[in-house]
């Protein structure tokens, strides 16, 4: 009976010992690159032995941020259930086939125990990545390639800028910006007065086409040059390094009339104090009118002429006050003024009105100069009437502004009448 006790426990030693070596070789035989394994474990005395595999990885997720991709995955184990101790990434050029290439950053480490990294650095391209779980030498297989991650790491250009050149907040209180940019990106305005004191911010996003526009309030800003920055960063995450520059000009000042003067046309000495064709009053602004506010045809910050046949009627009252009406065919709106030509004087007829018309070089004309700041009215040919023929003493001219007119920026000329504190005649 001890005898054949003992033969029983030799039969068990030998049997454990079998699974053990036969483990043991399929171990060395597999290599450390294998999915596939032998457990051995002992239940109740008796050794057994039991094959296992490290499961396929799972496909990862991505996002994009500039040059940086984040990965996250769900966790593998082994077909019997057992956790896997890490995780190896790679990516790829293509959606298949192509060259493995170690990923960066937190991806790089050797393996990654969480279920998520971040691959920095990542070269312009779309780039597609791969999860395989590894169980202490044993590396299971490749998961599937990850949808296309497209990775934009070039900045966005400086964003263009269109301002009004000039602006106030007496009579503008909305300031129109508008620009263009990379469709989808997200524009930082900075805003500035001329001493850097004071400063508005805004963001703005571009539309799909790549347009983009705000209107800003510029009251708590000092008058002078005020500086429009803007920095596009893209749908990416790129920022840009250039910025887009703009300027306007505030200006909260009305402007004013500065002189009036009567010119003859053929220069001081000669026929001086007698109206005769194109002899000129002359008006001075202390700063260019928005030309528009003179003649609705005419462009903001251009000069301009009325001219042609007829187009221009001056006419000179016998209280010797020049008036101008000009054809809706030539200016749909004119807003022109009245000039008094000097108490003391008697330019003007003794009765009714003389009439300056013409068409050629014997026209009237109305012309606005916006480097000088003059506005001229220039007598064509004498149609009707008779004005006086005496020569006139030399008077102090006036002018009464028509309401309306108004600077580049929208402040409005007083209606209140200048007189020039000089004499002149025609």
């Known amino acids: 009976m001890s005898h054949r006790n003992n033969r029983r426990a030799g039969g068990r030693i030998r049997?454990?010992?079998?699974?053990?070596?036969?483990?043991?070789?399929?171990?060395?035989?597999?290599?450390?690159?294998?999915?596939?394994?032998?457990?051995?474990?002992?239940?109740?005395?008796?050794?057994?032995?039991?094959?296992?595999?490290?499961?396929?990885?799972?496909?990862?997720?991505?996002?994009?941020?500039?040059?940086?991709?984040?990965?996250?995955?769900?966790?593998?184990?082994?077909?019997?259930?057992?956790p896997v101790t890490g995780y190896t990434v790679a990516r790829y050029s293509s959606a298949s086939g192509g060259t493995k290439i170690p990923a960066g950053g937190s991806c790089a480490a050797q393996p990654i125990a969480g279920l998520g990294c971040t691959d920095q650095g990542v070269p312009t391209g779309t780039w597609y990545y791969t999860v395989t779980p590894v169980l202490a030498q044993w590396t299971g297989t490749e998961s599937a390639r990850s949808a296309g991650a497209a990775v934009d790491t070039t900045p966005p250009g400086a964003p263009g800028i269109s301002v009004p050149p000039f602006v106030n907040t007496g009579n503008v209180t909305a300031v129109p910006v508008s620009g263009t940019t990379e469709p989808g990106a997200s524009i930082a305005l900075t805003i500035t007065d001329a001493g850097a004191a004071h400063t508005v911010t805004k963001t703005v996003t571009a539309n799909s086409s790549g347009a983009w526009n705000t209107t800003l309030s510029l009251t708590g800003l000092d008058a002078g040059t005020i500086t429009y920055r803007a920095v596009a960063t893209d749908t990416a995450?790129?920022?840009?390094?250039?910025?887009?520059?703009?300027?306007?000009?505030?200006?909260?000042?009305?402007?004013?009339?500065?002189?009036?003067?009567?010119?003859?046309?053929?220069?001081?000495?000669?026929?001086?104090?007698?109206?005769?064709?194109?002899?000129?009053?002359?008006?001075?602004?202390?700063?260019?009118?928005?030309?528009?506010t003179i003649c609705s045809d005419w462009a903001a910050g251009a000069s301009g002429t009325l001219k042609g046949n007829n187009d221009v009627t001056v006419t000179i009252s016998s209280r010797n006050v020049l008036t101008v009406a000009v054809n809706s065919s030539a200016c749909a709106t004119s807003r022109i003024g009245t000039v008094g030509l000097g108490a003391g004087t008697a330019y003007g007829p003794a009765t009714g009105t003389a009439t300056y018309k013409g068409n050629g070089s014997n026209a009237s004309t109305v012309s606005w100069d916006a480097s000088t700041k003059k506005l001229t009215i220039t007598l064509g040919a004498l149609v009707q009437g008779t004005p006086n023929g005496t020569e006139q003493l030399a008077a102090a001219p006036s002018y009464t502004p028509p309401d309306g007119m108004k600077d580049r920026a929208g402040n409005s000329l007083a209606i209140t009448p200048f007189t020039s504190p000089t004499t002149s005649r025609f």
């Open 237 to 292: 995450g790129n920022p840009g390094t250039v910025p887009g520059i703009a300027t306007s000009t505030k200006d909260v000042t009305a402007p004013t009339v500065t002189a009036v003067a009567l010119a003859d046309s053929a220069g001081p000495g000669k026929d001086d104090g007698l109206m005769e064709p194109n002899d000129t009053a002359t008006i001075t602004f202390s700063e260019a009118l928005d030309a528009s």
């Open 15 to 82: 049997s454990r010992v079998a699974v053990i070596v036969a483990g043991a070789a399929l171990l060395s035989w597999a290599g450390p690159g294998a999915n596939a394994f032998w457990t051995a474990s002992s239940i109740g005395g008796t050794a057994a032995a039991a094959a296992d595999a490290v499961a396929a990885g799972a496909t990862p997720s991505t996002s994009v941020s500039a040059g940086n991709v984040t990965l996250a995955w769900n966790a593998s184990t082994t077909l019997a259930g057992r």
